[in-house]
């Protein structure tokens, strides 16, 4: 059974830098891919970050040069890191693994960007 353990949102002021952590909870079977999809109030999910299990990553325009993803293959964990951080990031960012061409997500973390 996929139980994926988001952490790491919270309140940080424009400029600022957070770092979202995803765990893999349970599942013996490797992900071919992992990443982030975040929603904002009002607005369709979009994709911000993957990485496939291989190590190759894609990003959304918005947050390249930004925000950098990376894995821990052995933890079964990914991570977001969030630099120069805008208030039009904030949203509810969820974690999701493909596993046999499903997809398994987490309850979502709140990032809120706001002086």
């Known amino acids: 059974q996929v139980h994926l353990v988001e952490s790491g949102g919270g309140l940080v002021q424009p400029g600022g830098s957070l770092e979202l952590s995803c765990v893999d909870f349970g599942s013996i079977f490797s992900s071919t891919a992992m990443g982030w999809y975040r929603q904002a109030p009002g607005k369709e999910r979009e994709l911000v970050a993957s990485i496939t299990s291989g190590g190759d990553t894609k990003y959304v325009d918005s947050v390249k040069g930004r925000f950098t993803i990376s894995g821990d293959n052995a933890k079964n964990t990914i991570y977001l890191q969030m630099n120069k951080l805008k208030p039009e990031d904030t949203a509810v960012y969820y974690c999701?693994?493909?596993?046999?061409?499903?997809?398994?997500w987490g309850q979502g973390t709140q990032v809120t960007v706001s002086s």
């Open positions: 999701y693994t493909v596993k046999y061409d499903l997809y398994y």
